[in-house]
């Protein structure tokens, strides 16, 4: 019994617009939400609920699904009812300034204590000059000095009274102080003194050996005296810097009590200024300069920054705990960096250019980063899983951890961790991340898998057109009437490839609705149609099909060789999809099939010169078994049959198996030499058994070859045999709708390779009977006959060669 071709109702589901509720999309509540991602929700709430380690979260899906937008919605609405997270602050280490201490604060204080440090510094230096510039410190100091100067002058008064009472006179010289006898007020000269008595020379020789002793004992003790001078002076300048700075901490201590954290500081920078008060005294009481430079800078930041705060993280305190999305994932990016400045020729850093990472904006909330983006990073993905294990943020440069630099740098105290991480990727990262990374599954134990497709249903049909309310919404377009959203609720299942079932690809949705905007704002409509939304569609397809309606033209050409319509043996059209980016079709392609007496093979060429696929050459092989299975099970045909298969124009890679039963055909049509009708082309997955499977890309396959019958001419004769299976895949053009409307064109469903044989051929195909036979000049019978008579010439042969007499049968 022939197989009845579809009628056009089978071809495409329709949306009836008189099924929606509504008349324009200006009557709907937007929608906030992803279509039809339940299971994907559920699992959001559970990762974001789940505060045990590891329970971090990876979002897969492909794009276009709404990952980003449903989870940034859920999460912000999570984390806008949590606590704020702490503020956290970098200050300067006084033990140990190349480690700078993390200071943890209460969210909003740590802009509060960084201006409040600013204005300390700037207090402090106006506090600290306006003590050493008073009156009372100068006479204090002057007092001091002045002591110093009169227990100098007192030393060396007493040595010139003694000196005086043994006739000796202390002289000063430019090169110091030196002794000389004295007669009548006058000191005496050399030749004079040897004059003098021995016994005199000897007294006075004596006399000014014990003066000098005397004098060496006061310059030995005149820098002890300086020093304990300079010391009560430093000490007076403690006391009175102390005293003057004492206030300014004071109020401060008092803002800040019940934060030891900060009072400690605090007490500790107290201590560090009285103890460099130096630092913030007038200029011409600081250390003298060389070349208009201090001769020696301090040690660690300059004075102005030793005591300001780097507020790495200051939140604010009523704005729930923090959402970010890194769009960059650098390993500096994430875990942050310290900066470093040129000074004098040499590059140099300090606690306040740390700067805060991903991680650190994210800390008590949730991070949000691209898998493909943080994999393709060097070194990030080791950083964050480092991170999340040891629950704690280290900033280190990428030179320390791969040892190329030693030098000396910062080493920030690390800060700990608690976030939430939310990857979004692909299911192939998310696969391959689970195989080969032993460390994933413990980190990220929850995924948010995203349906792609959903149930094709009038609650479907509502939230189709809530979505499309809320892009009109945020972009600005004008309404869309009913008869549009049921169009583009067509398109969404064309784009599922299923008339019962819905894509979920809202990015898709959105570009179509905002292009049918435009074509309905060109012609000065006040509403979005049916016609706006097919033009937009037309014209999608019009910008990528370039290399489709080239190879359509070859074929009206006769370039590339397609028959629409004869019969050949051992020839049928086969069906093809390309895919050139997001742009796939269909065309048909002349599979040819020649057999023969030989050796046992069938030869896939393509396969042979590697253009076929692995899934291809699983198709043959089926095709092979099917083969033995079905014919002359009796007689082994393995060692009788060769056969070749090609796919005629081709010069590129082939891959699945959805034209083995198109091979099988021209196969079959060579061993009964029978012709297949050319004006039919042929998509179908072979099974062992001889069932024809589902394929992908039926709607193209159909189209492509519709279009090459349009382009020569449609007879009423030409049609596709496809797999009973995808019937409920079709979502065909409406052209190709209207031609089998007009029995122009024609669609078969198959569910067998003896109903194709029958429609290709116009002969029974014929089962096996109780007898063993295939019925007399049936399709089957001719094969099995075909291949019988192979064997029995191939034995004959074989006998013949080794019958005596004959060379190569000769014995000895």
Request: charged letters at 25%; proline letters at 5%; one cysteine or more.
């Amino acid at each position: 019994m022939p197989i009845p071709a579809l009628n056009p109702e089978q071809l495409r589901r329709r949306c009836d617009p008189t099924q929606l509720d509504f008349d324009t999309t200006a009557e709907l509540t937007p929608l906030d939400d992803g279509i039809g991602q339940q299971r994907a929700a559920e699992a959001l709430r559970f990762a974001v609920g789940m505060r045990h380690k590891g329970y971090n979260l990876f979002v897969l899906g492909p794009s276009g699904l709404g990952r980003h937008a449903l989870t940034g919605q859920r999460i912000g609405r999570r984390a806008a009812n949590e606590p704020v997270p702490s503020d956290w602050c970098y200050v300067f280490n006084f033990d140990h300034m190349h480690k700078p201490r993390a200071m943890r604060l209460p969210p909003g204080k740590g802009d509060v204590l960084r201006r409040d440090m600013q204005q300390l510094v700037e207090d402090l230096y106006g506090v600290i000059a306006g003590v050493f510039e008073s009156d009372d410190y100068r006479t204090r100091v002057q007092s001091t000095e002045e002591e110093l100067e009169e227990q100098q002058e007192a030393a060396f008064a007493e040595i010139q009274q003694q000196a005086e009472k043994k006739d000796i006179a202390l002289l000063r010289t430019p090169t110091g102080i030196t002794l000389a006898p004295v007669r009548n007020d006058k000191p005496l000269g050399p030749e004079q003194f040897q004059k003098l008595p021995e016994d005199e020379r000897r007294r006075i020789e004596a006399d000014v050996n014990a003066l000098q002793e005397e004098l060496r004992r006061v310059m030995h003790q005149m820098p002890i005296w300086k020093k304990r001078t300079e010391e009560k002076i430093d000490n007076l300048n403690r006391e009175l810097t102390d005293s003057a700075v004492a206030h300014l901490f004071e109020d401060l201590i008092e803002k800040y009590r019940g934060l030891e954290p900060v009072v400690g500081h605090l007490q500790r920078v107290q201590r560090d200024v009285v103890e460099h008060y130096r630092e913030f005294a007038p200029d011409q009481d600081r250390k003298p300069s060389l070349f208009g430079m201090r001769a020696q800078q301090p040690e660690g930041p300059p004075w102005h920054q030793r005591y300001q705060v780097n507020a790495l993280l200051a939140h604010d305190s009523n704005g729930g705990a923090p959402v970010v999305y890194e769009d960059l994932p650098t390993y500096n990016n994430l875990l942050g960096r310290v900066e470093h400045r040129a000074h004098l020729g040499a590059l140099e850093t300090d606690f306040t250019m740390i700067r805060a990472g991903a991680l650190h904006r994210a800390n008590g909330g949730y991070l949000i980063l691209d898998a493909l983006k943080l994999l393709t990073q060097p070194f990030a993905w080791d950083a964050l899983k480092r991170a999340l294990q040891s629950a704690e943020i280290r900033i280190e440069s990428l030179g320390q951890i791969t040892s190329l630099i030693s030098t000396v740098s910062l080493e920030p105290q690390p800060i700990p961790l608690d976030i939430k991480v939310i990857l979004i990727g692909e299911r192939q990262i998310y696969y391959l991340l689970s195989r080969l990374d032993p460390e994933f599954d413990a980190l990220f134990k929850v995924a948010a898998d995203f349906e792609e497709r959903l149930p094709r249903d009038s609650e479907q049909y509502r939230l189709y057109a809530r979505a499309i309310a809320s892009v009109s919404q945020e972009a600005g377009l004008r309404p869309f009437g009913r008869d549009a959203v049921a169009r583009i609720i067509e398109q969404g299942a064309r784009l599922a490839e299923d008339n019962e079932r819905l894509s979920a690809d809202l990015r898709a949705i959105g570009d179509l609705a905002r292009e049918a905007d435009f074509r309905c704002a060109e012609a000065g409509r006040a509403r979005v149609g049916a016609d706006d939304v097919q033009q937009a569609i037309d014209a999608q397809t019009a910008r990528v099909d370039r290399v489709r309606r080239r190879l359509q033209e070859e074929i009206g050409r006769g370039t590339l060789l397609i028959r629409t319509d004869g019969a050949e043996i051992g020839q049928v059209n086969g069906l093809a999809v390309l895919g050139l980016g997001g742009f796939a079709f269909g065309h048909p392609t002349r599979i040819t099939a020649r057999t023969r007496i030989g050796k046992g093979e069938v030869v896939d060429i393509e396969r042979e010169v590697k253009l076929g696929g692995p899934l291809h050459s699983k198709g043959v092989l089926i095709l092979s078994g099917f083969l033995a299975g079905r014919y002359a099970p009796r007689h082994p045909l393995s060692l009788s049959l060769s056969a070749s298969l090609v796919f005629e124009q081709t010069y590129g890679g082939i891959d699945g198996d959805s034209a083995s039963c198109a091979e099988l055909y021209a196969l079959l049509s060579s061993l009964a030499e029978v012709p297949i009708l050319q004006s039919l082309a042929v998509t179908g997955s072979l099974s062992q058994l001889g069932e024809v499977q589902a394929i992908g890309g039926v709607n193209e396959k159909i189209e492509g070859f519709f279009d090459a019958c349009r382009e020569r001419g449609l007879t009423g004769e030409q049609g596709v045999l496809i797999p009973a299976a995808n019937v409920k895949h079709l979502m065909l053009r409406q052209d190709v709708v209207d031609a089998v409307a007009h029995e122009q064109f024609a669609v078969y469903p198959i569910e067998t390779i003896d109903q194709g044989l029958a429609l290709l051929t116009g002969l029974e195909a014929g089962e096996r009977g109780d007898d063993g036979l295939f019925p007399p000049d049936s399709i089957n019978a001719r094969v099995e006959a075909r291949l019988i008579g192979f064997f029995e010439r191939l034995r004959a042969l074989r006998s013949d060669k080794n019958a005596p007499g004959d060379n190569g049968g000769a014995t000895r």
